[in-house]
């Protein structure tokens, strides 16, 4: 009788799981899944702890899924890639695996490890086998000279091209097997990482959850969302990114689900926005894939790598803390700091402001995002930083600098999301939160938050003699 193994990442669900459907065609197959904890490979990654915890409790869930299939989740820790595919090897030695299913991941470091895990497997007689997790395989997506797309909105058009030619389909949850459901689970232990709690209300965890979250959404919220997506203080994405990046979702089932609801979606404007941020994950995603340097701290523009940062320890100190004096950016930071999770408008501005006017590499202020999101992710994560450093794809020309005080005007004109995350400015007038400190001065009252760390008209002017020297 042949065994089936199932190699679990950041797909951790039985619905439009392509390698589990594909290790269950054969009814008679006794099928096993994995998992396999890397700490030093996640602590080289930068994983937030938030986004550990809400890792293990998803191997938890999927782990009862599975038992409910008849399906055992094994799981094992090891410290980095190349610890793992020696267990991997182990694990189907000792399980006399003969065939071995996952989906792809497509960073640097993961493609090397799955070729090294096929080629050393092959050796043993197991028969490898991979799927592309996406929308759309990388690759897929092409210009008319059969290169990948520098540029998202020709990127994007093509993509919708590709998508009315033929819909990726989604494959079912596996039916039960012989010996469902499990009356005993194999041990799931906590990993060697660090955990940090995290707002279960906001990003409760679970296949089901994610499911029925992403049904609601993709009913009115879809809808309203092309408007209420850039105010903050409003309730207006989607959250689903946490589930996307851990695999609990996949963007199939979101581009399933919407087109259920609105089966115009490509075509209404509305409903398409935001089915083109799903495109734009995929567009960082296929970017990995062309240009593999991106995963190695590598801008795309490489006249920009002659910028002369700033080291300023202070100054970055304050950024990340929330006290730089520009109140939409320290109640963004000090969001990110509590929840792991920012409205993706402030991630541009908190981004601009340590690029911009603090002159601080942006590579600094990718990593720290990565080690505090909840749904970080490097495809889109280094892919906005870049964009806010105008060193990557379809970038904004280097001399557009955000002015974090009229951002906060344009898009918290209330204040709304200000005074929730900074309780200190509760007594400053609606029409003086922006600049509280004037208000300050001029009343002769005393707040308990600082002054602005640097002028952001000095700032402009020091950033563009930095970029136009790099540019020379």
């Given at each position: 009788m042949a065994t089936h193994l199932v190699w679990m990442r950041n797909d951790l669900r039985i619905h439009d799981n392509y390698a589990l459907h594909a290790a269950c065609r054969d009814e008679n197959a006794t099928v096993l899944a994995l998992y396999i904890a890397t700490p030093e490979q996640w602590r080289a990654h930068d994983m937030s702890a938030k986004q550990a915890a809400f890792i293990y409790q998803s191997v938890q869930d999927v782990q009862q899924s599975l038992a409910d299939k008849g399906i055992p989740?094994?799981?094992?820790?090891?410290?980095?890639?190349?610890?793992?595919?020696?267990?991997?090897?182990?694990?189907?030695?000792?399980?006399?695996?003969?065939?071995?299913?996952?989906?792809?991941?497509?960073?640097?470091?993961?493609?090397?490890?799955?070729?090294?895990?096929?080629?050393?497997?092959?050796?043993?007689?197991?028969?490898?086998?991979?799927?592309?997790?996406?929308?759309?395989?990388?690759?897929?997506?092409?210009?008319?000279?059969?290169?990948?797309?520098?540029?998202?909105?020709?990127?994007?058009?093509?993509?919708?091209?590709r998508l009315r030619e033929g819909m990726p389909e989604c494959a079912p949850a596996p039916k039960p097997r012989n010996r469902a459901p499990l009356q005993e689970k194999p041990a799931l232990k906590p990993f060697d990482y660090?955990?940090?709690?995290?707002?279960?209300?906001?990003?409760?965890?679970?296949?089901?959850?994610?499911?029925?979250?992403?049904?609601?959404?993709?009913?009115?919220?879809?809808?309203?969302?092309?408007?209420?997506?850039?105010?903050?203080?409003?309730?207006g994405t989607s959250r689903l990114s946490v589930y996307l990046v851990t695999g609990v979702l996949s963007p199939r089932q979101c581009l399933h689900r919407l087109l259920r609801e609105h089966p115009d979606a490509l075509e209404n404007e509305k409903t398409f926005t935001w089915l083109n941020e799903l495109i734009w994950r995929e567009f960082y995603r296929h970017l990995l894939v062309a240009w593999p340097a991106l995963c190695k701290h590598q801008p795309f523009i490489g006249w920009t790598k002659n910028v002369r940062w700033q080291s300023n320890e202070e100054q970055l100190t304050a950024w990340q803390q929330g006290k730089t004096g520009y109140p939409i950016v320290d109640a963004a930071m000090r969001q990110l700091n509590t929840l792991g999770w920012m409205h993706n408008r402030l991630r541009m501005i908190t981004a601009?402001?340590?690029?911009?006017?603090?002159?601080?590499?942006?590579?600094?202020?990718?990593?720290?995002?990565?080690?505090?999101?909840?749904?970080?992710?490097?495809?889109?994560?280094?892919?906005?930083?870049?964009?806010?450093?105008?060193?990557?794809?379809?970038?904004?020309p280097?001399?557009?600098?955000?002015?974090?005080?009229?951002?906060?005007?344009?898009?918290?004109?209330?204040?709304?999301?200000?005074?929730?995350?900074?309780?200190?400015?509760?007594?400053?007038?609606?029409?003086?939160?922006?600049?509280p400190q004037e208000w300050a001065k001029k009343n002769g009252v005393r707040l308990d938050y600082p002054p602005q760390i640097v002028d952001h008209k000095e700032a402009r002017k020091r950033a563009l003699a930095a970029y136009e020297a790099a540019r020379k």
């Open positions: 989740l094994h799981y094992l820790q090891c410290d980095d890639f190349s610890a793992a595919v020696e267990a991997l090897k182990d694990f189907c030695q000792q399980h006399k695996v003969d065939r071995l299913f996952y989906n792809y991941q497509h960073e640097v470091n993961e493609r090397q490890r799955d070729a090294k895990a096929e080629r050393e497997l092959y050796d043993l007689d197991v028969v490898s086998q991979g799927f592309d997790d996406g929308l759309l395989p990388p690759g897929s997506v092409l210009t008319g000279n059969r290169e990948m797309f520098k540029v998202f909105t020709p990127f994007s058009k093509a993509f919708v091209r660090p955990q940090e709690e995290f707002d279960e209300e906001l990003f409760p965890a679970g296949e089901k959850t994610a499911i029925q979250r992403l049904r609601e959404f993709c009913q009115q919220p879809v809808v309203d969302y092309a408007a209420k997506r850039d105010t903050p203080a409003t309730d601009s402001f340590l690029i911009k006017d603090l002159l601080i590499d942006w590579r600094i202020g990718e990593r720290y995002f990565m080690s505090q999101l909840i749904d970080g992710d490097l495809a889109a994560n280094n892919g906005g930083w870049q964009w806010a450093a105008s060193s990557g794809n379809d970038a904004a280097y001399f557009r600098i955000f002015n974090p005080t009229t951002q906060g005007e344009r898009f918290d004109k209330q204040g709304e999301f200000i005074y929730r995350w900074l309780p200190e400015l509760k007594d400053v007038p609606v029409q003086h939160i922006h600049q």
